[in-house]
């Protein structure tokens, strides 16, 4: 037989609005909007009263407290708070919610509660009236006497898919009854409410002096700027996710926080309804005191969002809150808690919260995308995560620690898809320069390409928008232009605000002979990604090259070293042959007799052998070899 679920005895709030059909048919945005900030209020409330919200279901609410009166107090509250809201609107748009109450079993599991305990008060809530309270028996009986309510017996009442009927009752506040505080709060004098006071303020002053930067309660500081951000605002709502601070004991956990926060960038960043500045850009603020104001000038958007992550073994706790910059409030602030076991349904409600405050509305496709996961397997999501902090850091050294992790988390999910494609981009980069660093790999130039192309061709049975970005790579590698350019282009349809993917386009026409196309993606690229320009930088140099306008391709080249000089030996190459093609011999000579790059000359036949043989047209390849040939390099190679 099988084994019964453990259940507990628990009170149980269901809220749902009336006519939220009608408000949103007559003024959807102005409707959408209202409900998110009544749900804000709600939740609080809830949490005022020693409650938890469960999750949300559209318009709908569902918490779940531990004592009765605790739930009734907070339903009174609630409705007395959405009174004041609705004071001031016309009756036909006012936002009301309907509230039922139930005391009953319920089944507690992945973060959200079930069983008829909760079926019970989702039917009491459609008996009761708009801005009204529904209970059920079971607490009348426990509450009757110990609140200041008039409790008006509805009868038996039978309701949709409950076998018994259901005894029902409105609640109502006697006439002039206050309604009741929350548990705990100051109730007995003057004297005692000033001690209880004093003592929260001294709990939020230690508190604050750890969470400093997280302050719902007030404004974000010195609105941002329009005149001065950097690009101008896009046509949709833009947002930049901060690193989220690591508030774990254990420093060791950062790779956790930092997963969770690219997780989180990545899922808002599938929505063609919303733009989101790159993980790359965001993350160069990491471990600064930075205001939200410059964040929002530096990269061009209207809000910002950070927060932090609180691990303690399989407990996990989120805070965030998202900031307007351009006034300086806060859209909202909350605190999640759940089980890393849950952790995938934790970061959807985050996300499910950016967007209803954004009023931002998901097509059915984008709703299946979201809801699609790489990965089941908690152990294996963890061990990627610990290869993905090495993986992005993108030197040889840290693509050796990677890998072991992300063949682990083959070992425990053979289906994660972006485990294979991120090892499949390591042996990719180390084809491409094999003669640097194949040996700290620990892997044959000759072994790599069979490699690449094993791990590639897995991680394309679920595909990511990392697999298409390594598999337009490597048929440009192949010269299989149309194939680099097709998996650029699903890469994008993917995730469009990725600006991976943008510069994988680029580079996919500039080496198909369509250098003239690359240069806007390049453009959307930098606008993504403002933080990560030079390598940007370069590809459209390399654009404005293969189109011969030289004298544009040296001031974009110089523009690139000037914010990065560590870039390599090929950006070199190439600044010096665009300088030849000018006539500018001297400039060449100067650029290619620097310290740093003066063993291109031992290395020319390599780079005519990996960097002009991904050229598809021969005349692009001549090209860069006509530049280099006339300033003494590879004569007779």
């Not at 107090?73 to 039922?100: H, M, W, Y």
């Not at 605000?497 to 390049?522: C, Q």
């Not at 030849?580 to 036949?605: C, F, S, T």
């Amino acid at each position: 037989m099988e084994k019964r679920l453990p259940r507990k005895l628990a009170a149980i709030l269901y809220a749902d609005v009336v006519g939220y059909s009608r408000l949103t048919g007559e003024d959807e945005d102005s409707t959408h909007r209202r409900l998110t900030e009544y749900l804000d209020q709600i939740a609080v409330t809830v949490e005022l009263h020693g409650g938890r919200v469960m999750h949300y279901a559209g318009d709908a609410v569902l918490a779940m407290f531990e004592a009765v009166i605790d739930a009734l107090s907070c339903a009174a509250q609630v409705q007395s708070n959405l009174k004041t809201r609705n004071g001031d609107l016309p009756d036909e748009r006012k936002v009301q919610f309907r509230i039922g109450l139930n005391l009953g079993d319920i089944i507690e599991d992945r973060d959200d509660i079930y069983g008829d305990g909760v079926n019970v008060a989702a039917r009491l809530e459609s008996l009761a009236a708009p801005g009204g309270i529904c209970l059920s028996e079971s607490v009348y009986t426990a509450v009757s006497n110990k609140l200041p309510f008039d409790y008006e017996f509805m009868g038996e009442q039978e309701v949709k898919n409950i076998a018994q009927p259901v005894k029902a009752y409105h609640a109502r506040l006697k006439p002039d009854a206050v309604v009741p505080e929350p548990r705990g709060a100051a109730r007995k004098g003057k004297r005692m409410q000033r001690a209880i006071v004093a003592a929260m303020v001294v709990v939020l002053v230690v508190v604050g002096g750890v969470l400093t930067w997280l302050k719902p309660w007030e404004a974000g500081g010195e609105p941002a700027s329009i005149e001065r951000m950097a690009f101008p605002l896009p046509d949709k709502p833009s947002i930049a996710v901060l690193p989220f601070i690591n508030m774990s004991d254990d420093a060791k956990q950062e790779y956790f926080v930092d997963g969770m926060t690219e997780d989180l960038i990545t899922d808002l960043s599938k929505l063609s309804g919303l733009f989101v500045i790159s993980r790359n850009s965001t993350f160069t603020y990491k471990g600064k005191a930075v205001e939200v104001r410059q964040v929002a000038e530096d990269l061009g958007v209207r809000y910002v969002l950070e927060g932090s992550v609180r691990r303690v073994e399989n407990q996990i706790r989120v805070n965030a809150q998202l900031i307007d910059a351009t006034t300086g409030g806060h859209l909202w602030a909350n605190r999640y808690d759940g089980q890393l076991d849950n952790i995938f349904a934790l970061q959807d409600r985050i996300t499910k919260k950016i967007f209803a405050a954004l009023a931002v509305e998901l097509s059915a496709g984008e709703q299946e995308k979201l809801g699609r996961k790489e990965t089941n397997n908690i152990e294996a999501y963890d061990a990627f995560l610990k290869g993905w902090e090495h993986y992005r850091r993108w030197t040889p050294d840290d693509f050796r620690k990677a890998l072991p992790y992300f063949q682990r988390a083959i070992e425990l999910d053979s289906q994660y898809g972006r485990a294979y494609a991120a090892i499949a981009s390591i042996y990719t980069e180390g084809y491409q320069k094999a003669w640097d660093w194949s040996h700290v790999v620990g892997v044959s130039a000759e072994a790599m390409p069979g490699l690449a192309g094993g791990y590639l061709k897995e991680a394309l049975k679920n595909p990511t928008p990392l697999a298409h970005q390594v598999a337009s790579k490597w048929y440009v590698i192949l010269l299989f232009s149309e194939e680099s350019i097709a998996e650029a282009a699903r890469a994008i349809a993917l995730d469009p605000n990725d600006a991976v993917g943008y510069a994988a386009m680029a580079t996919a026409l500039v080496y198909s002979g369509k250098p003239g196309e690359a240069i806007d993606f390049v453009d959307k690229a930098i606008r993504f990604d403002p933080h990560n320009m030079p390598n940007y930088l370069f590809t459209q140099g390399m654009a404005y090259f293969g189109t011969e306008q030289f004298r544009q391709a040296v001031s974009v080249f110089e523009r690139a070293f000037k914010l990065n000089p560590e870039l390599g030996l090929v950006q070199r190459a190439y600044l010096a042959a665009a300088y030849v093609h000018l006539g500018q011999e001297e400039k060449a000579m100067a650029e290619l007799d620097k310290p740093e790059i003066k063993e291109v000359r031992e290395l020319y036949d390599l780079y005519v052998k990996y960097e002009g043989a991904y050229y598809k047209r021969p005349e692009d390849t001549a090209r860069l070899i006509r530049g280099l040939q006339k300033i003494g390099l590879g004569k007779g190679s």
